[in-house]
């Protein structure tokens, strides 16, 4: 059980240094995949691992099939097991989220590797989860202090809406979802509804969160909403962007998206039903 929300909890837990810090102390050593500068874990993103077992070093590579706001799953692609999967779920416990760790492997060899199974990979897979899951949950808490920022996935007409940042100069011309700071005592979802107001001239409202948070490098965390259309015809303008356009599933890839916003695209993709 961990005293953070479940989707910074989510963010968290595909942290690379997470990753990486939970099983150092272990004598493991990882390198790990991540995404573009924010160390997040994508899809596709692989993990490797070297060990020593009996004195014999071994290599271990996963790769991350599925992460989303409340799952993250890896399996083998290297290695001298027959099968490896890990499973990491989440659920909401009031304002705590519980993590459920899952491993489930095969070794080869038959009855001699039941016996390695027994012998020596149960107690290290347990001493791996209790590590992980104790990296998680510091991260976790540390990160639920931080100031929020939103970003809102509008979405009408099984299209998304982006907008194209205008400044400053190292960011012109990539692209965002719509959003900003949390300002003090405002509740998260009111930032949602005036950010939008302020920067397309809409009025939206907001849902539920959709993805995990992502740590900035500000210090701040992005925390994502869905929101649809209080008026179904009205047409957002770019009021402090270059430009404002509506995206369908297949085009959502392929923008220049911010860092941040990048590592939204899985997320986003679900919401459009594409996933």
């Known amino acids: 059980m961990i005293e953070a929300p479940l989707t910074t909890v989510s963010g968290a837990l595909r942290h690379v240094r997470t990753a990486e810090s939970g099983l150092a102390g272990l004598g493991i050593t990882g390198r790990v995949g991540g995404s573009g500068g924010l160390d997040l874990l994508m899809p596709g993103d692989e993990l490797v691992f070297r060990l020593r077992?009996?004195?014999?070093?071994?290599?271990?590579?996963?790769?991350?099939?599925?992460?989303?706001?409340?799952?993250?799953?890896s399996e083998l692609v290297a290695g001298p097991l027959a099968e490896l999967r890990h499973e990491a779920v989440l659920a909401e416990a009031g304002p705590r989220t519980l993590l459920t760790d899952s491993v489930r492997w095969r070794l080869p060899l038959g009855a001699l590797g039941r016996a390695a199974d027994v012998l020596?990979?149960?107690g290290l897979v347990l001493r791996v989860l209790a590590a992980r899951a104790a990296a998680v949950r510091r991260t976790a808490e540390s990160w639920a202090s931080r100031p929020v920022v939103v970003a809102t996935a509008v979405v009408h007409n099984g299209l998304l809406l982006a907008q194209q940042r205008e400044f400053p100069d190292e960011v012109a011309g990539k692209w965002e979802l719509p959003g900003g700071r949390v300002?003090?005592?405002?509740?998260?979802?009111?930032?949602?509804?005036r950010e939008c107001k302020e920067e397309l001239d809409i009025q939206v409202r907001p849902g539920r969160r959709i993805a995990p948070d992502v740590p900035l490098p500000s210090g701040k965390l992005l925390r994502t909403y869905a929101a649809e259309l209080a008026d179904p015809e009205a047409v957002p303008r770019a009021v402090e962007h270059r430009a404002v356009r509506w995206v369908g599933a297949a085009e959502v890839a392929e923008l220049d998206w911010l860092p941040a916003d990048r590592v939204l695209v899985p997320a986003l993709l679900r919401q459009l039903g594409a996933e």
């Open 183 to 193: 300002e003090p005592g405002e509740r998260e979802t009111d930032a949602v509804v």
């Open 53 to 73: 077992a009996v004195g014999v070093p071994v290599r271990v590579a996963t790769r991350v099939a599925r992460v989303d706001a409340a799952e993250l799953v």
């Open 120 to 122: 020596l990979l149960r």
